[in-house]
């Protein structure tokens, strides 16, 4: 398994951009599937952006031509561009790894979007 650590996020304007790095502790992170989640206070948590040990991509249609999630496995790092950022982005975003049976979590960066 491996062990994962958000950074990146903070405060930023409407209009503005972040990105979130998520780094890998551990063996095997080339094959697992990672993606990124986020969660608002009194909602459910949901998927932002995934991507595939073969490098296949899917987003949340909110975020669609907004984000961008990429991976450096040599870096065991998975990242997630966030540009045009709006109020409604405003959440804790985690970092999720996938490996057949097996899942794991970060644990957590704030992103707060506001004037």
């Known amino acids: 398994q491996v062990h994962l650590v958000e950074s990146g996020g903070g405060l930023v304007q409407p209009g503005g951009s972040l990105r979130l790095s998520c780094a890998a502790s551990g063996s095997g992170f080339s094959i697992y599937a990672m993606g990124w989640y986020r969660q608002a206070p009194g909602k459910q948590r949901e998927l932002v952006a995934a991507i595939t040990s073969g490098g296949s991509i899917n987003y949340a249609d909110s975020v669609k031509g907004r984000f961008t999630i990429s991976r450096d496995n040599a870096k065991n790092t998975v990242y997630l561009q966030m540009n045009s950022l709006k109020p409604e982005d405003t959440a804790v975003y985690y970092c999720?790894?996938?490996?057949?049976?097996?899942?794991?979590w970060g644990q957590g960066t704030q992103v707060t979007v506001s004037s």
């Open positions: 999720n790894a996938r490996r057949g049976i097996y899942e794991n």
